[in-house]
């Protein structure tokens, strides 16, 4: 697998890791999922100079309002860790049940200490640990807790191009930093 002109991806047990030709950079999935949080928090910053009839109007898009997308994101997070950790600690709320901003942050607050705990506590090995998920009520197959978070890490990006789109069309500039700024930011106060 590569990357052309880029790097070359290479494998350390199974964790896939970027090398970047002109000095390194390894990237695994701990570090991505850490990004999606910085960026989460950007984002909410963003919401929060909306009001909130903007918050939670409907767009028609896959969960309605700005509000139901953002909860969405948190809850498949909150919903993957369970999994992973055997736990049912997820909020089960209905996106109506958030009522304010601050409802929104304290959830947000919720799974950012839940995933921070579980990457705290998470080694290659772990990484590397192999779980079923029946589909269809038939068919059983293994994934790993890497490819678990890889997920969680997509669907962040899948559902923030949807919020890009929404916050556009009110002509307003999503946030949009880069992997590269958040890891220069992150590394330089270390």
Known sequence: MSWSGFGKAISEPKTTVLVRNAGLMM????????????VRHKYFDSFMKLSWSEFTKNREASFHSIRN??????????????????????????????????????????????????????????????????????????VTAEDVLFHVFEEDIYHRGELNALLWQMGIDPPLPTIKEYLQNAHSSQ
Do not use: C, P, Q, W
């Open 27 to 38: 990237l695994d999935v701990r570090e991505l999922l850490k990004y999606n949080e910085d």
């Open 69 to 142: 997308i953002f909860v969405h994101i948190l809850g498949t997070i909150d919903y993957f860790l369970d999994f992973l950790l055997k736990e049912d600690l997820r909020f089960k709320r209905e996106f109506d049940d958030y009522k304010t901003f601050e409802d929104v942050r304290a959830y947000m607050k919720h799974v950012d200490r839940r995933m921070d705990d579980y990457l705290g506590s998470l080694s290659l090995v772990g990484l590397n640990k192999t779980y079923a998920i029946t589909a269809d009520d038939t068919k059983t197959f293994e």
